[in-house]
């Protein structure tokens, strides 16, 4: 039997997957069981976990499952806590993740769905300026930011 795993949307919400399908959760019932819908139709099918962890499933997805999108996903999560608590640059970490993607066993629709690194590092920037203030980029910034702090 397949397991449940929480993966982070790109929005930040929490999703799970189940057999390949992505889910988001819709409401909670009064006897505390989740009810989670498929993400990719609003009137596709949806899951039931119960608090004792028991999964039940309304009915068949009309669509077909994508394994590669969880893992698209992961992969993206994983880049996005390395840029936030390492100090590398972040060309450096992206150029990690794309040689680890490579030597690893990820399929090539993995490699596809990720988008392109230009829009990525622009991304990655804006989740590292979040946590951090940015570089004075001359002398006058610099200057400025030390008044002020
Ligand atoms: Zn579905």
């Known amino acids: 039997m397949s397991k449940i795993e929480y993966v982070q949307s790109t929005h930040g919400k929490t999703h799970v997957c189940y057999e390949g399908f992505r889910y988001y959760c819709h409401r909670k019932n009064d006897d505390d069981a989740e009810y989670w819908k498929c993400v990719k139709k609003s009137r596709c099918v949806g899951l039931t976990i119960k608090p004792d962890g028991t999964i039940k499933k309304r009915a068949d997805h009309d669509h077909l499952p994508n394994e590669a999108h969880k893992e ?78």
């Open 72 to 149: 698209v996903l992961i992969i993206r999560q994983n880049l996005r806590r390395k840029v936030v608590e390492l100090s590398l640059p972040i060309d450096a970490i992206v150029d990690q993740t794309y040689a680890g993607l490579q030597d690893s066993t990820v399929c090539q629709d993995v490699v596809i769905q990720l988008p392109s690194i230009a829009t990525r590092r622009n991304n990655l920037q804006k989740e590292r300026r979040k946590t951090r203030p940015p570089l004075p980029k001359n002398i006058t910034e610099l200057v400025i930011q030390f008044e002020l702090t």
